[in-house]
């Protein structure tokens, strides 16, 4: 399997993606990774590879970069030598099977939807993120910020692609769906959600109504839908709230003897706790949606995540994830 | 000074607002509070008030009651006798200076509207949460719930409100205020976040740009502003993770011996966490922009959150929290 990785995208590029571009070929030997972006520094970073590995690692030049500020589809349009247009071009060539990025969302999903083309039935795709909640249930909150506001048949399409992913991909039997809401009664809701909602109630989809922003954490249904402003805002809370919560607890500990000898004795908890939120281990988001397998890695990414955003889309191709939601979607849309 | 409480609000209602009641006056020998509601069952909870509180708190029968459920302008205007309507009315009437009530958001939104009336200047009032931050910060959100769905104008309103509220009431000097985004790039944003910015970046305050999610708990700015429907979502989101992450530990804790001894250690430290994000401690918020002094306690407000729900509204009026957004607002509007 060929999967092509944006070498020039994500804060820390080009040396994590070609750090994680290695540690993934390392820990899969059947894997094959193509560095797409500026070639010279990409060989830099791929000179102390065992040769075993190296062998498994293609360079392909783009002398073009789209940068954080870059407007999205405009960035996608002109920047046609950028690493990421390449890059995708490549899946849609059949070079490569899937394209990975840490780069700027709007232009990768802008690159989605021009270079590979929507599923029929599908207006705009989302992203799809995998969320460890403090359940045992692991639900995928859809849309994380690729549609920043979205319609009412949006948001339904993402309810579908959700439940087609957590049933066909991830193994779970009739999938519950959930609206995001400000509060659990009908009469909440802007118009948006309220005719999602109508939408959601007349499909075969088993729709549980709305749930409050408490209801995330706590993994109450196995999809979670909203707009791509509010799944990114609340991400990103979430995710600054880990890392806050961390630094204090640090502080505290440094400040006094007494919470470190009892921090000594909960390490193992506190572990267990960090393993289940920790976005590094989780790596890659697929955009749903779109005809080809785009896999969009966190923008702080380091080699590890990188690694691990290349074997989610090696997963979501070996389990023919694009392939999937076609042909449910041929079956009957929304 | 007389605060009217809505004694039929929230999840216990009226058992905890009327135990709210009581404890207020008991550590305050200067609060008068008037129980609105059920005369019959309000009089039940204040049996056992020893005679000194007692005479202090007032009762007046009203024998409708807004649910959670009713449609929020609907309930005010047609349910005339409600608890609800008829404390509003006392603030209006000047027999009370604020209103408390844990009740329906919506209906207590739309009444401060229909009967106290908007502030000029304001279109659509906001919820304003003072939350607790990883730095020494107290930040305020708004809106969390007011106004679901906003207009750039409406954003700009509670910029300019969230602004006056930190300086003039809590005593920040020139208050920072942030936009909430899904990216701190200024191509994010939906049209209704980039015209508020636009509106913002022309006025006097102190407008620092978006920021994102993860800004909100790290407490980057003295005003986060969002729409009700965003800010409800991330608010009730951070209480289900704070209660979720405490019950997890609770559960490790039960199972094996050597957290507990570490817990022993660590209890001091976790006590002065929980105690910076106890929501129970704020107790109210703040409904601004209308004519009167409205606090919004949260549903599911024991007796001691009522009862600082309670001080809330008395700081407030003492403060002439109205007076000062009024008056501020008469110098140059947004």
Known sequence: MFLAMDAM???????????????????????????VGDARRIEEHLRDAASSVRARIG???????????????????????????????????GEASAVVSAGNTGAIVAGGILVLGRIPGIDRPGLGVPIATLSSRVSLLIDVGATVRCKPINLAQFALMGSIYMRSLVGVSEPSVALLSNGEEEIKGDETVIQAREILKASSLNFVGYVEGKDVPLGTSDVVVCDGYTGN???????????????????????????????????????????????????????????????????????????????VARDFVAKRGVQTIEDELAKGGI
């Not at 070929?25 to 990774?33: H, I, K, Q, T």
């Not at 360079?59 to 073009?64: E, G």
């Not at 940068?67 to 589809?73: C, F, G, L, W, Y």
């Open 59 to 93: 360079v392909v030049h783009a002398d073009q970069v789209v940068t954080m500020d870059d407007a999205p589809s405009v960035s996608i349009r002109k920047k046609r030598n950028s690493s990421l247009r390449v890059a995708m071009e490549m899946v849609r060539s």
């Open 233 to 311: 805002v609340l991400l990103k809370f979430g995710e600054g709230l880990g890392e806050g919560v961390m630094n204090l607890m640090r502080e505290e500990i440094s400040r006094s003897f007494l919470p470190k000898v009892g921090l000594l004795f909960m390490m193992p908890m506190l572990k267990k706790l960090h393993y289940r939120f920790d976005y590094e281990r989780h790596g890659g988001t697929p955009l749903l949606g779109v005809r080809g397998t785009v896999i969009k890695a966190h923008g702080r990414s380091k080699a590890r995540a990188i690694s691990n955003a290349l074997m």
């Open 9 to 35: 995208g994500g804060d820390r590029a080009p040396q994590e993606p070609c750090r994680g571009a290695i540690m993934a070929c390392e820990a899969d030997p059947n894997l094959n990774v193509i560095l």
